[in-house]
């Protein structure tokens, strides 16, 4: 335990653990003067540090979650590999701690690539994803010597095509993205396995892509990808998935994506890695040739419960029957709540309090009444100065802050035994005008 503890910590898997702690990366424990230490370093220490708001990674929970997954999968399918998909937490720092959990890398865009490679990924273990691949992001993938590129519309073929015709008769394996007509329970702006989703192609043209690459001299199939959405809390849909592209024929690969939920509420119960990929791995028994290689690709799940965002308190106003909580940071910094209704919680960082607090409405500094952190949470006399600490924010909060109202991004901050490390710095006022010209 970390020295200055109290034994009331986190559980590995703490599904069912109560406020305060049940939401903070594993680990997460009192300090003798009541406050959150978190990865084993003190929370008014670290907002006196780096300065609030910051986003606190607990590195230690990121690299065991990495290992749960690797290690999981291949316990359950020896012929198996995981790829982080990066578009959740697209840092230099976090594509190079994966990495050296041995993971592969699931890249969607020419940046998240050139972040990808300058982290060190082995070229081998890129998967290059997108729906609107542009020449430029196919040849650095390509030249890069990107492992598998996911085809996902018959422009994809001719391209890439093309920029091997000029590679010097180099062959790429590529995947087909198949669209399974299965629709999660989950917000509509994350779910991608639908009819009429923009991704991938629906079986029938699916079988005309696999007929066409068979027949490419340049393009080397390998197998099938799929991917239904995002923040799903149930195996069931996976399942569904995997029936729909073992409809297709036998390969050597399967990449079943990513998607599974994580568990930003005290009322939110999704399967845990351990179920997911026990759904996974006995679909993939059933269903799939006995020696296909499977490959899985989780963002959210590796990511958000790692990751805390601290905030320092504004103002308390009083007002109409409600408390709201007004802090420094937002939707600036994270844009979950307004873009897909995601609920986090919230408690006081120094005085973390149970169910019996002030309920309370925690709200960023920006100018849209929609800018809200924590719609309804209960906090333990909340005061101006305060910290905040919003716990479950390591995913697609960083890949979606922006500047609004000319926020400054806040830095992150990895937090390991103790120690703290800054491996983002927060942008200065210069930065938001470095691209001016004159
Ligand atoms: C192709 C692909 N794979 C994996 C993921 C990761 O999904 P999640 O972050 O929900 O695990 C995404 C996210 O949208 C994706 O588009």
């Not at 020896?78 to 701690?97: E, H």
């Not at 066409?212 to 995002?230: A, E, N, P, Y």
Request: net charge negative; aromatic share 6%.
């Amino acid at each position: 335990m970390v020295p200055g503890t109290t034994a009331t910590t986190a559980t590995p898997d703490h599904r069912s653990s109560p406020r305060p702690l049940g939401l903070f990366p594993p680990g997460t424990a009192l300090a003798p003067d009541g406050a959150l230490r978190i990865g084993g370093c003190h929370v008014a220490e670290l907002a006196e540090r780096y300065g609030t708001p910051a986003l606190i990674v607990d590195e230690g929970a990121l690299r065991d979650r990495a290992r749960r997954y690797a290690d999981g999968l291949a316990a359950r399918r020896t012929n198996s590999a995981v790829a982080f998909a990066s578009k959740a937490f697209p840092c230099t720092a976090v594509y190079r701690l994966l990495v050296e959990e041995g993971l592969g890398i699931d890249v969607a865009s020419g940046g998240e690539l050139a972040l990808a490679l300058a982290a060190g990924t082995d070229p081998a273990k890129l998967i290059v994803h997108g729906n609107a691949k542009t020449d430029d992001y196919l040849r650095a993938a390509v030249e890069a010597g990107a492992g598998l590129v996911v085809i996902d519309n018959f422009d994809d073929i001719e391209r890439l095509e093309h920029i091997l015709g000029d590679a010097h008769g180099r062959e790429q394996a590529v995947l087909v993205r198949v669209t399974p007509d299965v629709r999660p329970d989950t917000h509509e702006a994350v779910s991608t396995g639908q009819r009429g989703s923009k991704f991938g192609l629906l079986l029938p043209q699916a079988r005309e892509a696999i007929a066409r690459l068979r027949g490419s001299s340049r393009l080397r199939l390998d197998g099938l990808h799929v991917h239904i959405g995002s923040q799903i809390l149930d195996t069931e849909p996976f399942v569904r998935a995997v029936e729909a592209v073992a409809e297709l024929g036998e390969f050597p690969v399967y990449d079943l994506g990513g998607g599974l939920g994580a568990r930003y509420t005290y009322d939110d119960r999704p399967p845990s890695v351990e179920e997911y990929l026990d759904a996974l791995a006995s679909a993939a028994d059933d269903l799939l040739p006995s020696g296909a290689r499977v490959i899985i690709e989780p963002g959210r799940s590796m990511v958000a419960e790692a990751g805390v965002s601290l905030y320092r308190v504004v103002t308390v106003k009083r007002t109409g029957g409600e408390t709201f909580v007004a802090v420094d940071g937002g939707m600036g910094d994270n844009l979950e709540v307004s873009l897909y209704g995601q609920r986090f919680e919230a408690t006081v960082a120094t005085r973390p309090g149970g169910p019996d607090g002030e309920m309370c409405r925690v709200v960023g500094q920006h100018c849209e009444s929609g800018d809200v952190l924590s719609a309804s949470v209960p906090l333990n006399d909340p005061r101006p100065g305060d910290l905040i600490a919003v716990p479950v924010t390591g995913a697609y909060t960083y890949s979606l802050a922006n500047n609004y109202n000319a926020a400054r991004r806040p830095p992150v901050v990895f937090c390991r035994d103790g120690r703290s490390r800054p491996v983002v710095r927060r942008e200065t006022y210069a930065d938001l005008m470095r691209r001016d010209l004159p």
